[in-house]
Nanobody
Framework: EVQLVESGGGLVQPGGSLRLSCATS????????MNWVRQAPGKGPEWVSG????????YYADSVKGRFTISRDNAKNTLYLQMDSLKPEDTALYYC????????????WGEGTLVTVSS
């Protein structure tokens, strides 16, 4: 069964950093593009970042560009999101998600890890 398990969330002060991890299993990780999506309290989901499976090209929402870095370790079947210069508006539940296809979208999601940016 496909499993995506996020970790690394927590409480951090504005300007601080966190690294999120998404451990995956049950599928050939290296052949799938992966994404991070977040949902702030009372808000709809917001796509944060994505990384292509073959090219390794990365993509970012304007709101996080220059501050977040997505990466993957195919040998470890793990996706990462390095978050620097965190802002209170980054507070959200962060999900990793597998991209099935460009036309279908994301088909599997983790249960999320909570990031709280506050003084």
């Amino acid at each position: 069964e496909v499993q995506l398990v996020e970790s690394g969330g927590g409480l951090v002060q504005p300007g601080g950093s966190l690294r999120l991890s998404c451990a995956t299993s049950g599928f050939t990780f290296s052949t799938y593009a992966m994404n991070w999506v977040r949902q702030a309290p009372g808000k709809g989901p917001e796509w944060v970042s994505g990384i292509h499976d073959s090219s390794g090209n990365t993509y970012y929402a304007d709101s996080v560009k220059g501050r977040f870095t997505i990466s993957r370790d195919n040998a470890k079947n793990t996706l990462y999101l390095q978050m620097d210069s965190l802002k209170p508006e980054d507070t959200a539940l962060y999900y990793c998600a597998r991209l099935l296809s460009s036309w279908y979208g994301m088909d599997y999601w983790g249960e999320g890890t909570l990031v709280t940016v506050s003084s």
